[in-house]
C-alpha cells in the first residue's frame, strides 16, 4: 500500500492528511511532491496530519526532514501532527524528535503558525 495525500485549509494553514506507508520510492516522492506543490501555490503554513501513516522507514524520516527544511528556507514554516507511537519512537531515537514542531491536536497546531 503506497501512501496517499489529501489536503485542505484551515485559516491559511495548509493541511495535508497522509495515509498509509512514508517510505524510499513512491511514498516518499508523493510527500515531496505534495510540499512543493503547495510551496509553489504559495503556501507557507504546512501541517503534516500522520495520524494514518502505519509506517515510515529512514528514507521517509529523511524525507519529512528535506520537506522541513525545504519549507523553511522559503520562509515558511512545516509542523507535523498526530503522530502515530512508531513514528514518535523512531523521531526519538533518530533525534529528530526536537527538530520538529510536533503537535497532538489539529486546532493548537493551526493557532500555532500565528497570523
Known amino acids: 500500500m503506497s501512501m496517499k495525500t489529501s489536503t ?3 485559516d491559511g494553514v495548509a493541511i495535508v ?7 524510499l520510492g513512491e511514498g516518499s516522492i508523493t510527500l515531496r511532491d505534495t510540499v512543493r506543490e503547495l510551496l509553489s501555490k504559495g503556501n507557507k503554513k504546512i501541517l503534516l496530519n500522520l495520524g494514518d501513516v502505519n509506517y515510515i ?3 521517509g524520516i529523511g524525507e519529512l526532514v528535506s520537506a522541513f527544511t ?3 528556507n522559503q520562509g515558511g514554516d512545516l509542523k507535523l501532527l498526530n503522530l502515530t507511537k512508531k513514528v514518535h519512537d ?3 531515537i533518530t ?3 526536537t527538530v520538529f514542531d510536533v503537535k497532538d491536536d489539529e486546532a493548537t497546531a493551526v493557532k500555532a503558525f500565528g497570523k
Not at 492528511?17 to 517510505?23: A, L, M, P
Request: proline share 0%; aromatic share 4%.
Open 8 to 10: 485542505r485549509q484551515i
Open 17 to 23: 492528511d497522509c495515509s498509509g506507508r512514508i517510505t
Open 57 to 59: 522507514d529512514s528514507s
Open 70 to 72: 525545504t519549507v523553511r
Open 90 to 92: 523512531l523521531l526519538q
Open 95 to 97: 533525534k529528530l524528535y
